[in-house]
């Protein structure tokens, strides 16, 4: 099971988490099923892109052995919003929550398509003025 952290790249998973992660998936089974995980890499993408109508940003592990630059890029490239960001995060191998650079993965969230970014709200009200009137709403 702690393979599955440094197969991309030695020395990127944070070793207390990867072997807290071990014991918790141990203590459930004695064994790891192969069909997702050869799914994943041998039948991609497994969703078709252009089908994906909402803003997206696509985080790559800089030594991410799974989801190749290539692929990510053309897959990136057929999403029909154009609220998009692709972000590749340094010293980060595939499994980027376990990683020692964790925190990354919570900086490009905070600052691309996962905050909102569109200049109006679903209601048609820019989203500056909705956030103002929220504002003055909880602070009166």
Not at 19 to 37: C, E, K, N, R, W
Not at 44 to 65: C, H, N, S, W
Not at 85 to 106: D, R, W
Not at 115 to 123: D, G, I, K, M
Request: glycine fraction near 4%; proline fraction near 6%; charge should be negative.
């Amino acid at each position: 099971m702690q393979s599955i952290f440094n197969r991309d790249h030695p020395g990127c998973a944070d070793e207390a988490t990867v072997s807290a992660f071990a014991a918790a998936v141990v203590a459930l089974d004695d064994s790891v099923p192969t069909g997702t995980y050869v799914d994943m890499c041998s039948k991609l993408p497994v969703v078709d892109p252009e089908k994906i109508m909402a803003p997206t940003i696509i985080m790559r592990g800089q030594f991410d052995g799974i989801a190749g630059m290539d692929d990510l890029l053309e897959f990136f490239k057929r999403l029909p919003d154009p609220d998009k960001q692709f972000a590749v995060m340094s010293g980060i191998s595939h499994a980027s929550f376990q990683q020692i650079n964790y925190l990354m993965v919570y900086r490009y969230c905070t600052r691309s398509s996962c905050s909102p970014s569109r200049s109006t709200a679903a209601s048609g009200t820019p989203i500056e003025q909705e956030e103002t009137e929220i504002t003055e709403k909880t602070t009166s």
